[in-house]
């Protein structure tokens, strides 16, 4: 009972020092960081405060509705008609990638999937070819067998496996 005190004192010194991780990140958070929101457009799908929160949702249920069910138009809270598109409708006013999605992914330690498949605003098609994984996931079947065919021809000198494949 005489040591009770020093007891009392090692529980909260310890308490302090496994805690002070979490409140001293509460003190001095990151600021977070204000993307580039000039765009060529008047009006984005959603309101900001609802894109910056939900973004990642709309852009997953969009992927699924487009491809699972062929769903190609997204009707916004006011109404309007837009098409269901990261590259057509999302990209066509926030070009610069770098400056609007990057910044805020990298301040949150997320590394989306999105540009695994999409090309950015003037990225090109050879930077596709020569990566393996992005080819597996290029649909080329899916193209007329004209479009098919040209395709092939322009991508196989930068990708031998795109001949073999031609062949079979």
């Not at 020093?6 to 308490?15: H, P, Y």
């Not at 837009?82 to 770098?98: G, I, M, P």
Request: with cysteine; charged share 15%; aromatic share 8%.
């Amino acid at each position: 009972m005489h040591d009770k005190f020093k007891v009392i004192a090692g529980l909260a010194a310890f308490f302090v020092l496994v805690t002070m991780p979490f409140w001293m990140g509460t003190l001095r958070s990151a600021p977070t960081p204000t993307p580039d929101l000039s765009a060529k457009g008047s009006q984005c799908v959603e309101p900001v405060e609802y894109m910056r929160a939900n973004h990642m949702k709309l852009l997953d249920n969009w992927r699924n509705s487009v491809v699972r069910d062929g769903d190609r138009v997204y009707v916004n809270s006011a109404g309007k008609e837009f098409q269901k598109s990261l590259t057509n409708t999302c990209l066509n006013c926030h070009a610069q990638k770098e400056q609007f999605c990057d910044q805020c992914h990298k301040s949150v330690a997320v590394e989306p999937y999105c540009f695994s498949c999409h090309l950015t605003p003037g990225q090109k098609l050879a930077s596709v070819a020569t990566n393996p994984a992005l080819m597996a996931m290029t649909p080329l079947q899916s193209l007329s067998p004209e479009t098919h065919s040209q395709t092939l021809a322009a991508l196989a000198p930068l990708n031998p496996q795109l001949s073999q494949d031609a062949r079979r």
